[in-house]
Every structure is written in structure tokens, then in C-alpha cells.
């Protein structure tokens, strides 16, 4: 028997989230590659939180075990690349949407989903990564690959206080970048200025709609946030800067001109954590090893238990939490 959140919908459409005690047996069963984990840790993060309260459709069906995350170590595989002991972590493929994720004891996914644990960092704190740090990290590769360096002026990192926005300020700032963090909380200047930024503005300066070509500032930017805030970052970039876009706070609408891109070169990437390749997975949790500092790994994460990751799930889409939610589990 293993402990899981398990959601329903009821009657009237609702979607009902309770701790629920399960078999093995009642894990999904892949024809060919399937590996089972016992989970160690997991996270919360926005779409986690979508998916507990119900208010938006990312659980394709039910019932559902949510949690687009977790790192574990394996205790069954029908995978070749894994064995028993392993230690995994995943991060997206539709896990917790889709299929069955990892705010559970246990979890049986696909074995071509999972990457190996880095070394120097433990179950927790790949879980105070999670999908958000990843995610930057897969922000920051891409300004990398476009040419963007610390000499090439300020990068702009959009909801700043959030999970990924936490983790791009301190890789980038680590890595000698010149960071300016955008944040509807400004009371969290001394967290973000901890992190690494060098400068914190409020998210209103860039939040209304603006000008089709503004004054020239970012040489980079990392969005979480898009709408007129994606909009006014793209048309207030340098020539030839780079704006890489990997979030929807603000709404998934992008009111600009091709004023920016015709005119000035911007390049606007988007970047997809969820059906990205082996490959890309295992560069950026390399990097997250090597360029993170294991001080702001404790810094941007807090634990709770299975029960309080429920609580947290509401919390989080009311933009009540700071950095990282990770969940142990196994706590009572």
C-alpha cells in the first residue's frame, strides 16, 4: 500500500483532491518500457495547482494521481536503460496530466521519460529545482545558443519571486550577468537582490499595454509572464537581443507589432519543458548541478507533507508562495 493525492471529479464538475491509500496494482501499466519508483520527493507548481482545485482542464481524465515531477529510485523496470536502484528524476511528458504523477508514494512511468540523478545533488534538492529551475535553465541555454553573454548588457527576468523567475536571477547572476528582476511584489526586493539581481522593478512599469518600439534596454529576457508584459519586453530589446518566453502568468494573449523583429532583430524563442528530448534534459540538469548554488537551492524551497501540498495547491495560483514548494512524500 502506498499514500498518494487522488483526484475525482464529483457530480456537478467539481474536482475533489484527497490523500488516498493504493495497491500496486493500481499504478498504469505501460505494454513495454515501464519502470516503478518509489518516490522520494515531489513539487508543486502552478499547473500542479490548476490541476488540484480543478480550476483549469489540464487533467485529461480521472481519476488522476497530479504532479509533474519527481525523483526517486527505481524498484521494478522493463526499461533497458534503467535497473533496480536507479535514482531518476522526471520532469513533464504529461505525467500528473495525462497519466499518473508523482505526488505519490509511488509512480510507474515510461522509462524513456526519465533522466539520471545528478550525483552532487540529493532527492530534495532536485525537487527545490523541479520543472520551474529546469525550466530556466532551459531559458538561459537558449540565450546562450543566440550569442547573449554578460558583456552584452541586462537581461530582464519577468515574475521574478516565482519558481522559475528565482532560478533564472541566480544562474544568471552566477554566471556574471547583469540581472533586473520584474516582480508584482515588491516587498520582495531583498530576496530577489539575494538571489543575484541587481536591480528590481515593478511588474506595472511593463504589465499595460505600450508603445509598438520602445527605448532599447534588454539584451535578454526570461518571461513567465506574457501578454503586454511579453509585448513591451520584446519592443523595449536591444538590437539583436534575445527574449526567450516559457510562461503565461499574465495570460496567454501577446499583443505586439513585428515592429521589434523586423526592425531590430529581436529574436523571440519559445522554450517547452515538457516533451523536451533526453538530450536536452540531461545538458540542463548537468548545468543546474554545475551553475547553481547549493545556498540558493535551500534558499528559493520549503517542505511540506503530501496533505499540506493540497493547501499549497490553492496557494499558489493566488500567488501566495515565494520560490518553491517541495513535497516529501513520506512525511507524516
Same mark, same amino acid.
Given at each position: 500500500?502506498?499514500?498518494?493525492?487522488?483526484?475525482?471529479?464529483?457530480?456537478?464538475?467539481?474536482?475533489?483532491?484527497?490523500?488516498?491509500?493504493?495497491?500496486?496494482?493500481?499504478?498504469?501499466?505501460?505494454?513495454? /518500457?515501464?519502470?516503478?519508483?518509489?518516490?522520494?520527493?515531489?513539487?508543486?507548481?502552478?499547473?500542479?495547482?490548476?490541476?488540484?482545485?480543478?480550476?483549469?482542464?489540464?487533467?485529461?481524465?480521472?481519476?488522476?494521481?497530479?504532479?509533474?515531477?519527481?525523483?526517486?529510485?527505481?524498484?521494478?523496470?522493463?526499461?533497458?536503460?534503467?535497473?533496480?536502484?536507479?535514482?531518476?528524476?522526471?520532469?513533464?511528458?504529461?505525467?500528473?496530466?495525462?497519466?499518473?504523477?508523482?505526488?505519490?508514494?509511488?509512480?510507474?512511468?515510461? /522509462?524513456?521519460?526519465?533522466?539520471?540523478?545528478?550525483? %552532487?545533488?540529493?532527492?530534495?534538492?532536485?525537487? %527545490?529545482? /523541479?520543472?520551474?529551475?529546469?525550466?530556466?535553465?532551459?531559458?538561459?541555454?537558449?540565450?546562450?545558443?543566440?550569442?547573449?553573454?554578460?558583456?552584452?548588457?541586462?537581461?530582464?527576468?519577468?515574475?521574478?519571486?516565482?519558481?522559475?523567475?528565482?532560478?533564472?536571477?541566480?544562474?544568471?547572476?552566477?554566471?556574471?550577468?547583469?540581472?533586473?528582476? %520584474?516582480?508584482?511584489?515588491?516587498?520582495?526586493?531583498?530576496?530577489?537582490?539575494?538571489?543575484?539581481?541587481?536591480?528590481?522593478?515593478?511588474?506595472?512599469?511593463?504589465?499595460?499595454?505600450?508603445?509598438?518600439?520602445?527605448?532599447?534596454?534588454?539584451?535578454?529576457?526570461?518571461?513567465?509572464?506574457?501578454?503586454?508584459?511579453?509585448?513591451?519586453?520584446?519592443?523595449?530589446?536591444?538590437?539583436?537581443?534575445?527574449?526567450?518566453?516559457?510562461?503565461?502568468?499574465?495570460?496567454?494573449?501577446?499583443?505586439?507589432?513585428?515592429?521589434?523583429?523586423?526592425?531590430? /532583430?529581436?529574436?523571440?524563442?519559445?522554450?517547452?519543458?515538457?516533451?523536451?528530448?533526453?538530450?536536452?534534459?540531461?545538458?540542463?540538469?548537468?548545468?543546474?548541478?554545475?551553475?547553481?548554488?547549493?545556498?540558493?537551492?535551500?534558499?528559493?524551497?520549503?517542505?511540506?507533507?503530501?496533505?499540506?501540498?493540497?493547501?499549497?495547491?490553492?496557494?499558489?495560483?493566488?500567488?501566495?508562495?515565494?520560490?518553491?514548494?517541495?513535497?516529501?512524500?513520506?512525511?507524516?
Amino acid at each position: 500500500m502506498f499514500k498518494a493525492i487522488y483526484l475525482t471529479k464529483a457530480d456537478d464538475g467539481k474536482t475533489v483532491s484527497q490523500i488516498k491509500e493504493l495497491q500496486d496494482s493500481d499504478l498504469p501499466e505501460f505494454e513495454s /518500457g515501464g519502470v516503478t519508483i518509489a518516490v522520494n520527493h515531489s513539487t508543486i507548481n502552478y499547473k500542479d495547482g490548476l490541476a488540484i482545485t480543478g480550476k483549469s482542464p489540464v487533467v485529461r481524465k480521472f481519476p488522476m494521481v497530479p504532479g509533474i515531477d519527481f525523483c526517486g529510485s527505481v524498484t521494478q523496470s522493463d526499461h533497458p536503460a534503467w535497473k533496480v536502484g536507479d535514482e531518476v528524476i522526471l520532469n513533464g511528458w504529461g505525467v500528473g496530466e495525462s497519466h499518473w504523477g508523482g505526488l505519490s508514494q509511488m509512480a510507474r512511468v515510461s /522509462g524513456d521519460w526519465l533522466v539520471t540523478k545528478p550525483k %552532487s545533488l540529493s532527492s530534495q534538492d532536485c525537487m %527545490s529545482i /523541479g520543472t520551474a529551475g529546469y525550466t530556466a535553465m532551459l531559458c538561459v541555454l537558449a540565450l546562450e545558443r543566440n550569442g547573449v553573454n554578460p558583456n552584452s548588457g541586462e537581461i530582464l527576468v519577468t515574475g521574478a519571486s516565482g519558481g522559475v523567475g528565482s532560478f533564472a536571477i541566480s544562474i544568471l547572476s552566477t554566471l556574471g550577468y547583469h540581472v533586473v528582476a %520584474s516582480t508584482g511584489k515588491v516587498s520582495e526586493q531583498s530576496y530577489l537582490m539575494g538571489l543575484g539581481a541587481k536591480e528590481v522593478m515593478d511588474r506595472e512599469i511593463l504589465s499595460a499595454a505600450g508603445k509598438p518600439l520602445q527605448k532599447e534596454r534588454w539584451a535578454g529576457v526570461v518571461d513567465t509572464v506574457g501578454s503586454h508584459t511579453l509585448a513591451n519586453a520584446c519592443a523595449s530589446s536591444k538590437y539583436g537581443g534575445t527574449v526567450t518566453a516559457c510562461g503565461l502568468a499574465g495570460g496567454m494573449d501577446l499583443p505586439l507589432t513585428v515592429a521589434p523583429f523586423i526592425l531590430r /532583430g529581436v529574436s523571440l524563442i519559445g522554450v517547452d519543458s515538457v516533451m523536451a528530448s533526453k538530450q536536452v534534459r540531461e545538458n540542463a540538469w548537468n548545468r543546474l548541478a554545475r551553475d547553481l548554488k547549493p545556498s540558493v537551492i535551500a534558499e528559493v524551497a520549503k517542505v511540506v507533507g503530501l496533505q499540506e501540498a493540497i493547501t499549497a495547491g490553492n496557494e499558489i495560483l493566488s500567488g501566495a508562495i515565494r520560490g518553491r514548494v517541495v513535497v516529501d512524500v513520506n512525511k507524516p
